[in-house]
C-alpha cells in the first residue's frame, strides 16, 4: 500500500485492523496520524505511540480514545498543551487522583473540566489511594507530558 490515497481511506476504515493502524501509525504524515488517532479499532499501544507525537491535535485525539491506557492518561496530565490536559480532565478513565491533581491546574479550563468529570471527588480531607499513587510517580506540571515509545 503506497498510495497516500489507499493509506487515508485506511486509515477511517473501521474494517481496518490494529496491527493495519498501527503500520498506518509509522508514516509520518499528519492525515494519516489523525486518523488512526481516532479510529476505533486503533490498539492501546498504538495510541500510546500517537499520545507523544509532536502534533498537539494527533495527542490530543489519541486522549480521546476509549482504548487509550490509564498510564497513558496519568503521563498525559502533565502535557504541555492544555487543551490536552482539558480532554485527560474530562476522561471517564482518568483516576480520581489524577483528577485532584489537575483541579489545582493553573489553567482555568482545566480546573473547570475536573469539575465536570463524573468521578471527581471534591473531597480535599481525605488524599485517595490514586493521589498518593500519582504522587509518587513525581510528574511535575512542567513536563511534556511525552515518553518514548519504541
Known amino acids: 500500500m503506497n ?3 489507499d493509506q487515508i481511506v485506511q486509515s477511517i476504515d473501521d ?3 490494529p496491527l493495519q493502524l498501527h503500520n498506518l501509525a509509522k508514516v509520518n504524515m499528519y492525515p494519516i496520524k ?3 488517532a481516532k479510529n476505533i479499532n486503533t490498539a492501546p499501544i498504538t495510541l500510546i505511540k500517537l499520545a507523544n507525537d509532536t502534533f498537539d491535535s494527533i495527542r490530543l485525539a489519541a486522549c480521546q480514545h476509549s482504548n487509550i491506557p490509564v498510564m497513558q492518561l496519568i503521563i498525559m496530565s502533565a502535557d504541555e498543551c ?3 490536559r482539558i480532554c485527560v480532565a474530562r476522561n471517564p478513565l482518568t483516576p480520581t487522583g489524577v483528577l485532584a491533581s ?3 491546574d493553573s489553567n482555568n479550563d482545566v480546573r473547570n473540566s475536573v469539575l465536570n468529570n463524573p468521578n471527581y471527588k471534591n473531597d480535599k480531607t481525605t ?3 490514586d493521589l498518593v ?3 509518587a510517580l513525581n510528574i511535575s506540571g512542567k513536563s511534556k507530558g511525552r515518553v518514548k515509545v519504541a
Open 34 to 36: 489523525i486518523n488512526v
Open 127 to 129: 488524599p485517595s489511594k
Open 15 to 17: 474494517n481496518s485492523t
Open 102 to 104: 489537575l483541579s489545582c
Open 3 to 5: 498510495n497516500l490515497y
Open 82 to 84: 492544555d487543551d490536552v
Open 133 to 135: 499513587n500519582f504522587n
